[in-house]
């Protein structure tokens, strides 16, 4: 009796239960046909709305295996739907399976077949149970190395955000020692300028001091000039002091006075009264 091929409801109220199969399809019904699944019961309260629902199967004959997602169509009742997958539409007998992933787990249903024809006219009756447990691995590992990639990605992010703060404080310390280091350079600018400038009254008075050296020395040599000559002309009998052994000329007596302050005016009496 020719089988007519339609779309395909499974009404699922545990994980446990038996799906009734052989389920049948065509090849001409990729992209086409509706697989739906209705969720109630215990089925529904194993949803969470980080839930994903995938079709797992297995094709004996082919050795090809695939992951499709279910789109969500209905809220309530909860209905999730699938086109049949080209690739798992040569003939022969797949092994599927529906699972429920979230971000922490992944629950499976009973294993069920669908059998694929050729001629979608052409039916067949069988039972088939098998063993899920290499594509299960598959997918338990695929979901294993996405946690363990989100948690590289969260602990790289926590030692960034780390790298963050203590670079954020360096900064701080950095910029309050450029500004404690400018601050000293503009004290020593100053300090530099105070000393140039001290440098300049100190070069200046040197000058000053030099100047009056300089004159000191000019005069002395003019007063030694003039002791000379007044010396010279000086009659020494008129003198008011005995020049002697002590004062041989005036300049000797005028030296010694102002070197030994005790100059005294002698009365001066001329021989000749």
């Known amino acids: 009796m020719a089988q007519e091929l339609k ?3 499974v009404n699922l ?3 446990d239960q038996d799906i009734q199969d052989p389920i049948v399809a065509g090849g001409a019904d990729a992209n086409g046909r509706t697989f739906r699944i209705v969720f109630d019961q215990e089925a529904e309260a194993q949803l969470t709305p980080a839930t994903k629902v995938y079709l797992s199967w297995f094709h004996r004959q082919q050795k090809i295996k695939g992951y499709n997602v279910f789109t969500k169509v209905n809220d309530d009742p909860i209905i999730w739907e699938i086109r049949w997958p080209q690739s798992m539409l040569h003939e022969g007998d797949v092994l599927c399976c529906f699972e429920l992933v979230d971000s922490v787990s992944i629950t499976q249903s009973n294993n069920f ?8 006219n052409d039916g067949s009756t069988f039972v ?5 447990t290499l594509f299960k691995n598959a997918v338990i590992r695929l979901n294993c190395i996405g946690d363990q990639m989100r948690n590289q990605m969260t602990q790289q992010k926590i030692e960034f955000e ?3 703060l203590k670079f954020n404080d360096l900064k701080e310390k950095t910029d309050d020692a450029v500004s404690k280091a400018s601050e000293a350079v503009e004290k020593s600018d100053k300090a530099v300028a105070n000393a140039e400038t001290a ?3 100190a070069e200046d008075a040197a000058k000053n001091i030099e100047l009056v050296v300089d004159t000191s020395k000019e005069t002395l040599e003019k007063a030694k000039e003039a002791l000379a000559a007044v010396d010279n002309k000086v009659d020494k009998n008129e003198l008011g002091f ?3 052994e002590q004062y041989k000329t005036v300049k000797d007596f005028v030296e010694a006075n ?9 009365e001066f009496i001329p021989d000749s009264l």
């Not at 077949?113 to 979608?120: E, G, I, K, T």
């Not at 102002?258 to 100059?263: A, D, R, T």
């Open 258 to 266: 102002i070197s030994e302050p005790h100059l005294f005016v002698q």
């Open 7 to 9: 779309a395909v409801t």
């Open 162 to 164: 780390d790298m963050l």
């Open 128 to 132: 088939v149970s098998d063993d899920f």
């Open 13 to 15: 109220k545990s994980l």
């Open 242 to 244: 005995i020049l002697g």
């Open 199 to 201: 440098v300049k009254r």
């Open 113 to 120: 077949v669908v059998h694929v024809l050729s001629d979608p």
